[in-house]
């Protein structure tokens, strides 16, 4: 005898078996109990979720010598031609090859001969939504009157592409994607079924891989067996055959994203495509991992949602704690535009490695996503370096001064800062401390300098770079910090804000906060002598 896929070997025959649906098993054996058939059901669905297994046994149940609580008996002769494709009460037929108005005329005729032996003739026809329209219309009459003994069930993919005058005329039912638990714990029965040994973490990779469909679950998992015959089934073995990636890579990868390491992601790529995995796997599995990670960084109470091990939970909800929403966002958005773009492009390695570079490099895009990746990656900067390179660029030489100051006083500047700039320049941190968000981020990058030219008391804020272009051209910023200083100062001076490269015509000098605990209260030299500056 050749051999059967699992899938047609394992397919439901009861109501008993069929898994994930329970809310439509329900439903339909007790209109069976009441004997309360409907004469038109159209099932709905993703593909593999048991749509024509339920109409099949609903077939066989309606028309069974001796049904068992709704459901067929499997035994009588009825249920046995059924099952064997032998009788004339229950035909199938494809929509997909069989779409157009004969076809469905056909049909109308045959309805008007009884049943050759059983109560019902049911036709069940599968792909519904690839009818003509005038196949369509054509059904239309026959569906809303037809005779008593006739049932009609409609299978499909896509309800949206079926008229609202058939949808208006049938029951019905909603299949959902069948749950991970539910999946792995059918594929597991399989297994002893089979005698086949296998690793609980690869039963549910496998569960996961299908995607909320049983039938794709059952083909991976009959594709795992035959490559690995007579062999147990570890969690590597079935990477190996699914061309997948272990989580840690994933990880690993998102750690040289978040760090800009462009050579480090590639490298990881080059890694995977030399170990032979498929890269559009590749990318869906990456995606996958960082929603998992964005659901854990959203949500105090994600788990129920997060199909892993407990052991990957906790180093996701580890790892979730180093990465913002908002980034996780920007990530999910670039892989899912590249996902879409490979599956028409046979330059996949390319545009991989080019969604990989846009990530690490985020200021090679202008959108908010992109701007706050930049902002968290200067955060970053700011974090590590040292404290004297934390100094701003324009205060740096000044900064070096006075740490030599210990030794030769410093001399004395040409023109030093009103008093009032020098206050708010030595209380510079716990005012900006007030702002939040990318506001606080850019102004902690900023430096402050004064015109020695003017006495007018001008507070300039100097931005090193176009991250904080937008705070510039808003004098909406301008005016909240200004209020900030006048609140908690009571001073009022002129603020301005600048782009650092805005500024190669006019010299300023530095107002930096170690300058002003350096002149604060202390005595420095000047060419009069010391002076007490307040």
Same mark, same amino acid.
């Given at each position: 005898?050749?051999?059967?896929?699992?899938?047609?070997?394992?397919?439901?025959?009861?109501?008993?078996?069929?898994?994930?649906?329970?809310?439509?098993?329900?439903?339909?054996?007790?209109?069976?109990?009441?004997?309360?058939?409907?004469?038109?059901?159209?099932?709905?669905?993703?593909?593999?979720?048991?749509?024509?297994?339920?109409?099949?046994?609903?077939?066989?149940?309606?028309?069974?010598?001796?049904?068992?609580?709704?459901?067929?008996?499997?035994?009588?002769?009825?249920?046995?031609?059924?099952?064997?494709?032998?009788?004339?009460?229950?035909?199938?037929?494809?929509?997909?090859?069989?779409?157009?108005?004969?076809?469905?005329?056909?049909?109308?005729?045959? #309805?008007?001969?009884?049943?050759?032996?059983?109560?019902?003739? !049911? $036709?069940?026809?599968?792909?519904?939504?690839? *009818? @003509?329209?005038?196949?369509?219309?054509?059904?239309?009459?026959?569906?809303?009157?037809?005779?008593?003994?006739?049932?009609?069930?409609?299978?499909?993919?896509?309800?949206?592409?079926?008229?609202?005058?058939?949808?208006?005329?049938?029951?019905?039912?909603?299949?959902?994607?069948?749950?991970?638990?539910?999946?792995?714990?059918?594929?597991?029965?399989?297994?002893?079924?089979?005698?086949?040994?296998?690793?609980?973490?690869?039963?549910?990779?496998?569960?996961?891989?299908?995607?909320?469909?049983?039938?794709?679950?059952?083909?991976?998992?009959?594709?795992?067996?035959?490559?690995?015959?007579?062999?147990?089934?570890?969690?590597?073995? #079935?990477?190996?055959?699914?061309?997948?990636?272990?989580?840690? !890579? $994933?990880?690993?990868?998102?750690?040289?994203? *978040? @760090?800009?390491?462009?050579?480090?992601?590639?490298?990881?790529?080059?890694?995977?495509?030399?170990?032979?995995?498929?890269?559009?796997?590749?990318?869906?599995?990456?995606?996958?991992?960082?929603?998992?990670?964005?659901?854990?960084?959203?949500?105090?109470?994600?788990?129920?949602?997060?199909?892993?091990s407990s052991e990957n939970r906790r180093l996701l909800e580890e790892e979730s704690r180093s990465v913002s929403p908002e980034t996780l966002m920007r990530y999910i958005r670039v892989l899912s535009e590249l996902s879409g773009q490979m599956r028409l492009s046979s330059q996949k390695r390319v545009l991989t490695e080019v969604a990989l570079i846009k990530l690490c490099r985020p200021s090679m895009e202008t959108d908010l996503g992109s701007v706050l990746d930049r902002i968290r990656l200067l955060e970053k900067r700011m974090d590590e370096a040292p404290p004297a390179a934390a100094v701003p660029s324009s205060g740096t030489r000044r900064a070096e001064e006075l740490s030599e100051a210990k030794e030769e006083p410093p001399a004395a500047p040409k023109r030093p800062a009103p008093q009032e700039l020098q206050q708010i320049a030595g209380d510079w941190h716990r005012l900006i401390g007030y702002t939040t968000g990318g506001f606080l981020v850019v102004l902690r990058n900023a430096s402050i300098r004064y015109d020695p030219e003017s006495a007018d008391g001008i507070l300039y804020v100097i931005f090193p770079d176009l991250t904080a272009e937008m705070y510039v051209e808003n004098p909406e910023w301008k005016e909240s910090l200004l209020q900030i200083i006048q609140r908690e100062t009571g001073l009022s001076p002129e603020i301005r804000f600048v782009l650092e490269e805005n500024l190669r015509e006019k010299t300023l000098s530095p107002v930096t906060i170690e300058q002003a605990f350096q002149n604060i209260h202390t005595e420095i030299e000047t060419d009069d002598g010391p002076e007490e500056v307040y």
């Open positions: 005898m050749s051999y059967i896929a699992l899938y047609r070997k394992f397919r439901p025959d009861r109501f008993e078996d069929v898994k994930g649906q329970d809310h439509i098993v329900t439903t339909l054996t007790n209109q069976l109990k009441a004997d309360r058939i409907g004469h038109a059901y159209l099932f709905c669905g993703t593909r593999g979720t048991g749509k024509t297994s339920v109409a099949k046994i609903f077939a066989r149940a309606v028309n069974c010598e001796s049904p068992r609580d709704g459901s067929p008996c499997n035994q009588c002769r009825t249920c046995r031609e059924i099952l064997s494709g032998a009788s004339l009460n229950v035909i199938e037929i494809d929509a997909a090859s069989n779409n157009g108005v004969d076809n469905i005329r056909e049909i109308r005729e045959e #309805v008007a001969y009884r049943p050759t032996q059983g109560r019902y003739k !049911v $036709y069940i026809i599968d792909e519904v939504h690839m *009818l @003509s329209t005038g196949a369509f219309n054509a059904l239309l009459k026959t569906l809303e009157e037809p005779p008593e003994y006739v049932i009609f069930i409609l299978a499909t993919t896509e309800a949206h592409k079926i008229p609202v005058t058939i949808l208006s005329r049938c029951q019905r039912y909603d299949f959902r994607r069948i749950p991970v638990d539910t999946i792995a714990a059918r594929l597991q029965h399989l297994l002893e079924e089979e005698g086949v040994r296998a690793e609980e973490k690869a039963v549910r990779y496998i569960a996961r891989a299908g995607d909320g469909s049983m039938r794709d679950a059952v083909s991976l998992l009959d594709q795992c067996i035959a490559f690995y015959l007579g062999e147990t089934l570890t969690y590597d073995k #079935v990477l190996d055959v699914l061309g997948a990636a272990d989580i840690s !890579v $994933y990880s690993r990868l998102l750690r040289c994203i *978040l @760090s800009g390491n462009v050579s480090g992601s590639i490298s990881i790529l080059e890694e995977m495509i030399i170990g032979g995995r498929e890269l559009g796997q590749f990318v869906s599995d990456f995606i996958w991992y960082l929603r998992s990670l964005l659901l854990l960084a959203s949500s105090d109470d994600a788990g129920d949602v997060i199909d892993l």
